[in-house]
């Protein structure tokens, strides 16, 4: 069984730095992709990020690109987000989740399985 931890949220001024970590239980991380999904208040959960097993494809939302980094450590079994120039549209709480395949370009809800419990990111002006 797979079980995903998200931490590094919290609350931070519009212009500055965040990284969030996801640790993953489970012998399947280092042959699966991993995303990044993120839920504002009253929206959707929509995709920011995707890293595939190897962790040298990187996919990225329009909305996000530029300002966030994705990035993976597979012999720690851990994956990060980093989020630079935060801006007041990046509230909401962030989910990490494994890929059914191994491919980055996963952006679906559907094509992961696995999904952390999410952690809260505030920004404030």
């Known amino acids: 069984q797979v079980q995903l931890v998200e931490s590094g949220g919290g609350l931070v001024q519009a212009g500055g730095s965040l990284t969030l970590s996801c640790a993953a239980s489970?012998?399947?991380?280092?042959?699966?992709?991993m995303g990044w999904f993120r839920q504002a208040p009253g929206k959707e959960r929509e995709f920011a990020a995707s890293?595939?097993?190897?962790?040298?494809?990187?996919y990225y939302a329009d909305s996000v690109k530029g300002r966030f980094t994705i990035s993976r450590d597979n012999a720690k079994n851990l994956v990060y987000l980093q989020i630079d120039s935060l801006e007041l549209e990046d509230t909401a709480v962030y989910y990490c989740?494994?890929?059914?395949?191994?491919?980055?370009?996963?952006?679906?809800?559907?094509?992961?399985?696995?999904w952390g419990q999410g952690t809260q990111v505030t920004v404030s002006s």
């Open positions: 989740a494994m890929a059914k395949g191994s491919s980055a370009y996963y952006r679906d809800l559907g094509t992961y399985d696995y």
């Open positions: 489970g012998r399947t991380f280092s042959s699966r992709a």
């Open positions: 890293i595939d097993w190897t962790g040298s494809i990187t």
